[in-house]
């Protein structure tokens, strides 16, 4: 059974449908890359996972979230609590939406480990100095002392990940955790994440935008375009042969070594905002590919030979 | 390479700050003894982390703050020394482009006042009837509706809104175009397209860019030459994109970039230490605590930007081949 199973999942916001019959698994210690242009429902996605939808008004109105044995959208706002932290944890994109200026960085990873494991001080404080030095931060002790104010972006973003991991959880959430971070300290982080969910079997769910990290670090893919799942699958197939058009534009996107002059190829327009959500296809008038029946009909979401595409024309390899 | 349009030489720049309300002062060099070519008609990158000096030395170019040391010269002359008037009439010849559009566009100003505002400050205002047909020549050139003109800011997406500030700054029809990571807010779809426009009027216009970018896989498929800085000194410049680095530093940059590709996977070594502050620099080269090859001499003797054999500059002790 998939650790966590999302199956046809609606997000409403008032009269809004910012998210429409998203559906994906993530099975125990897979690390699964979700990924897609901003205004796709990547961060709504997390949210609808953590359960913070009433947070912005939002609630699901139809379909499941199954976490192991627990149906989290059935589950009462005491439960979650019991769970959050403990079983699923988050990462932010600013540690600084994480941490409390005010308090020791140390005494806030003790923190978790107090309140969900029980340990007494002493013990937290322990565990907390050795998770620092599996996560390669230099004189931890003295670090477990410090304040946010005290530390680099990518250290604080490193005390944010040993906050995650303090409890044991089985999943960890990552919103675009190294967006905010220099490229050399966003590579080393990427690495610390991966090794780290490796090496305590936590499934991961990596939300970005750069398809170099989730070539890097991911198993799988999920693919996000406007409120709906365009394409699944892993990440090996997902690179050398995209099945939905919207894939294939966003790894057209990046800037490879050998590419000739003029070789960058942008997708034109915008994803549209969640009130002018076109007919049929939502990516139809953005797509190089799209033909009159992928103007008036949404294509459903098909199972193929490794993972799923919403295409019309997804039979067919490219 | 083509004769340069511009010329820095010996360019530095210092900040000071103080520590706390009542603290010493102290003073930072953010760029420190640069000196480069741009070269006319090409793309020369610079690359460096946040910090690193890389939007000093974009204003400096365009004397939008004023130098410590050093020169820069445009065209022959030398702007450090002109006068306020003189100053605006080159200033037709060298625009900026911002990081952020949000912050770059007066968001009480119409698109179609934003993008006259040039003409304005210029004193190149055209007659009312024809003000309309300009804005709409500036809109079509970046690829937006003419019916952008009556929006304002606020209507409009993080690409639009760059490609609103490119229309401007190609408003005078300047020949250097200095590029503050002008996509660093956008996705990389969007990126893309402003990189097709930018790419587009180099070839149509022979543009000049000094584009500023923290992204070397972006700024080695766009640029003719590339500039490694950190902590306020240049410490490669490389003639060709596609030469392979030979400071430890501009390596650690490429190996930090991954490639859309699962099958090249990388380990990443990851570089021991943090930047230092740069309020108190090392004596030697300021990389030697983060760098693997460093040796007693990088920690004691800074190293100088000599020709490097390989083309182009460099400073390193121990250069990898």
Known sequence: MALLDLSDVTVSIGALTPLDRIAFSIEAGEIIGVVGESGSGKSLTAMAVMGLLPLIGGRITSGAVRFADVELNRLPERDYRALRGRRIALISQNPMTSLDPIRRVGEQIDQVSMMHLGLGTEQARLRSVDMMRQLRIPEADVVHGNYPHQLSGGMKQRIVIAMALAADPELIVADEPTTALDVTIQAQIIQI??????????????????????AQACDRVVVLYAGRVAETGSVERIFAAPRHPYTKSLIGCIPVEGLPPGGLKGIDGVVPGVANYPTGCRFHPRCSLAQDRCKIEAPLLRALDEGAAACHLAGDPP | MSAPLVSMRGLGRTFVSRKGLFGAHRSMRAVDDVTL?????????????????KSTLARLALRLIEASSGSVTFDGTDIGSLEPAAMRQIRRRMQMVFQDPYSSLDPRYSIADCLLEPFAIQGLMPPARQRAAQ???????????????SSFPHQ?????KQRVGIARALALKPQLLVLDEPTASLDVSIQAQIIELLERFRDDFGLTYLFISHDLGLVRYFCDQIVVMYLGRIVEVMDRPDARPRHPYSRALLNSTFAPDPAKRRVVTPMAGEIP????????CAFAARCPQ??????????????STAGGRIACHHPQD
Not at chain 1, 193 to 214: P, S
Request: net charge negative; glycine share 12%.
């Open chain 2, 37 to 53: 070519d741009i070269p006319a008609g090409k793309v020369t990158g610079v690359v460096g982390e946040s910090g690193c000096g």
């Open chain 2, 156 to 160: 409009l997406s993080g690409g639009q």
């Open chain 2, 277 to 284: 502050s740069p309020f108190a620099l090392p004596p030697g």
């Open chain 2, 294 to 307: 460093a040796s007693a001499l990088c920690k004691a003797e800074r190293p100088t930007l000599a020709e």
């Open chain 2, 135 to 149: 804005v709409d020549d500036l809109l079509d050139m970046v690829g937006l509706a003419r019916s952008v003109a």
């Open chain 1, 193 to 214: 994440m991966v090794e780290m969910a490796r090496r305590k079997n936590v499934a991961l769910m990596l939300i970005t935008h750069d398809m170099g990290v989730v």
